[in-house]
T-cell receptor, first 113, second 114 residues
Framework: GENVEQHPSTLSVQEGDSAVIKCTYS??????FPWYKQELGKRPQLIID?????GEKKDQRIAVTLNKTAKHFSLHITETQPEDSAVYFC????????????FGAGTILRVKS | DAGVIQSPRHEVTEMGQEVTLRCKPI?????LFWYRQTMMRGLELLIY????????DSGMPEDRFSAKMPNASFSTLKIQPSEPRDSAVYFC????????????FGPGTRLTVL
């Protein structure tokens, strides 16, 4: 996606290890940063999001951190399980008034058991 | 609620034919989005509507693509004439009250243009 860079493009971890995916954005006025998970052959689904008034948000094994100064945000998955294997997309606002959401290119996460 | 509904789920057509994809958003949602997903280009926003009005169509590839939302419960994405490079999965999504709330995606339409 334009102006939203996502890394790495593929990530392979051992079950139980942690996984980190990072996204950078260009518009300093951006204030909403969601993460979507897409399992093979399925639709994208929101797993967590963060707004610019907080630096970190957690939901069980998933956390997102935001660094507004550096303009990047990261998804952290702890104690990975095989069912975490999927494609993960970040997104950030773009446009003159931040009036559209642009998705990153996606990260293929593979959890090896 | 049944979630976002899309039809057809699969469409195979020949180059030059007209294709119409349909979407029913979640009842009460006032934002509707059309996305295209391919391996090469990822998940691209084509167009989105707020209260049935198109807000941003800058992602629509060219004049062969058009989208309408005649009422709050129905939207169409039309490709005329279709080309092989239009082959992709097309997702419709809807959200409540804001562009910056959770988007609920439909199951997608897998389009193959021969």
């Amino acid at each position: 996606g334009e102006n939203v860079e996502q890394h790495p493009s593929t990530l392979s971890v051992q079950e139980g290890d942690s996984a980190v995916i990072k996204c950078t954005y260009s518009d300093s006025a951006s204030n909403y940063f969601p993460w979507y998970k897409q399992e093979l052959g399925k639709r994208p689904q929101l797993i967590i999001d963060i707004r610019s008034n907080v630096g970190e948000k957690k939901d069980q094994r998933i956390a997102v951190t935001l660094n507004k100064t550096a303009k990047h945000f990261s998804l952290h998955i702890t104690e990975t399980q095989p069912e975490d294997s999927a494609v993960y997309f970040c997104a950030a606002p773009k446009g003159e008034y931040g009036n559209k959401l642009v998705f990153g290119a996606g990260t293929i996460l593979r959890v090896k058991s | 609620d049944a979630g976002v509904i899309q039809s057809p789920r699969h469409e195979v057509t020949e180059m030059g034919q007209e294709v119409t994809l349909r979407c029913k958003p979640i009842s009460g949602h006032d934002y509707l989005f059309w996305y295209r997903q391919t391996m090469m280009r990822g998940l691209e926003l084509l167009i989105y509507f707020n209260n049935n009005v198109p807000i941003d169509d800058s992602g629509m590839p060219e004049d062969r693509f058009s989208a309408k939302m005649p009422n709050a419960s129905f939207s169409t994405l039309k490709i005329q004439p279709s080309e092989p490079r239009d082959s992709a999965v097309y997702f419709c999504a809807s959200s409540l009250r804001s562009l910056y709330n959770e988007q609920f995606f439909g199951p997608g339409t897998r389009l193959t243009v021969l």
